[in-house]
């Protein structure tokens, strides 16, 4: 199938060749059809294999027909990260390079004024994250009943990831009748669930079992000690042993490990980078533009890098940390291995990872090969305390065992060697408590084993049988 045979515009069309690009992907060709007839679509695929251009092209289609007003845009493309809405809008100037069409990109850490002028002009395409689009809609610059198609790009993370609050926000302030689009990676039963309230009779459009990861990829696992400064080491000797290292992006679950790591890799020399969510957009963006341009090898980001992000030619991945969440796994090894390419990943494994890396192999549905020994993982709880039935079991093996020791086996050479055996302290036999003065002191008192503590010549007079 050629993009001809889509339905697309003759504008488009010619982009589309210009971009070098000749047969649609699996997920374009099921999925543009049905956009072009105007129906909701939810759409799931593996990362990288172009769910972006699935709605970008028949949206630029659809759009040249009419023309937008100020402060209403005809269309609204929602995204969780500024990375990922700032690449959407490079997409419609790359797809709509025949167009004269308007863009506007609402993301923070830039101006509200430079913003607000773009929409006054009014917005053909309007591409934002959730919290900066309610600012101006509160603001009053912007109205949205005018707009005809939505977009939630991504839409397991722009709904488990407490954006529902401000979707059902937005979503009331569209018009009833516009058409919606939901695309993503993965898409869980109950995130299905929250979907299905804001599309009206979607057809579902699944290239690849949800949650599924690329062939292309080459994926290892590799154990480490729980200590940090021993996972560096580990990660530094699998970059000095990666097999045709280009570049690579090293994940981390915390924003602090990931300026950790960063300094690391600096201190050994490393052409290293750092992105996470708290650097001003000015740093994120020469970052990323470093990374993409080979200014930089080596990226270390938390999830904000995970999703979507478009570098077609990353080598490698590395999970410094496992995710938190398993369906974290699929998409940033998804930075690896897109467009056909072969890529390899490795995840350092530590023994109190056990729980995220089953959760993983259970949600990919297979098992992800060791490169080294196996890690040995930890049978501790959480605390490091051993489990409730461990810490039983191992109760009732001491006392079984201070039960079945002989009484007395000191032989007079033992004897010399060793001091004399104490009495096992169960709970019927502990000493009294001491009080809380020296002179409520009560003192153990030993005796051999023909005259033992507690018989009849102990008790207190006025307690005998009389």
Known sequence: MTFDELGLSEKVLKSVEASGYTKPTPIQAQAIPHVLKRRDVLGIAQTGTGKTASFTLPMLSMLEKGRARARMPRTLILEPTRELAAQVAENFKKYGIYHKLNVALLIGGVSFVEQNKILDRGADVLIATPGRLLDHFERGRLLMNGVEILVIDEADRMLDMGFVPDIERIVKLVPFTRQTLFFSATMPKEIETIAAKFLQNPVSVAVAAAASTSDTITQRAVSAPSKDYEKRQVLRSLLEGAEGLKNAIIFCNRKVEVANIYRSLQRHGYSVGALHGDMDQKSRTETLAGFKNNDIQLLVASDVAARGLDIPDVSHVFNFDVPVNAEDYVHRIGRTGRAGRKGSSFTIVTPKDKKGFDAIEKLIDQKIKWQGDDVEFSTKGKHGKKPVA???????????????????????????????????????????????????????????????????????AFMRAK
């Open 390 to 460: 461990e810490k039983a079991a191992s109760k009732t093996s001491t006392d079984k065992t201070s039960t079945d020791r002989p009484a007395n086996n000191n032989t007079p050479e033992k004897a010399a060697q060793s001091p004399a055996p104490q009495p096992s302290r169960s709970q019927n036999d502990r000493p009294p408590r001491r009080g809380r003065g020296r002179d409520n002191q009560v003192d153990l008192i030993l005796t051999d084993e023909s005259h033992p503590f507690g018989g009849e010549e102990h008790i207190p």
